[in-house]
């Protein structure tokens, strides 16, 4: 995708499953997003959200406002908010693109320590 930053290459992560939240491949710090929030996929060279029957939702902005969103594919500049945190899907597709990169499909990755707070467990690569 040209003049998006970062800069991801879709066919890395085509067909893989990421999860969205406290506990997954694409961490959000935030106490209201769920442990495993939402799945980001691409599938066919587009970008696919699905909330994982999250507690306080996954939400997209249609025609100017915050709407909860179910599941469905996304445009990458789009904006998410998940947890109370915005991203744009780009910057998830990142994230994901780098731990695809370093992944080598069955790697258990542990939550390391952040400075005053707990490892709150391991996930699995998908």
């Known amino acids: 995708m040209k003049n998006n930053k970062p800069n991801v290459n879709l066919e890395i992560i085509e067909g893989r499953s990421f999860i969205i939240g406290r506990e997954g491949h694409i961490y959000i710090d935030s106490s209201t997003a769920s ?3 939402a799945e980001l996929r691409v599938i066919d060279g587009r970008v696919h959200l699905r909330d994982l029957k999250s507690t306080n939702g996954t939400y997209l902005v249609k025609d100017r406002a ?15 908010a998940i947890g109370g945190k915005i991203r744009m899907v780009m910057e998830l597709l990142a994230v994901a693109n780098d731990f695809a990169v370093v992944d080598d499909g069955d790697t258990e990755i ?13 996930c699995t690569g998908r």
């Open 110 to 122: 542990e939550i390391m320590e952040e400075p005053g707070r707990r490892a709150n467990g391991a």
């Open 66 to 80: 915050w709407v909860r969103f179910d599941r469905g594919f996304v445009d990458p500049r789009q904006n998410v």
């Open 35 to 37: 442990k495993q929030h």
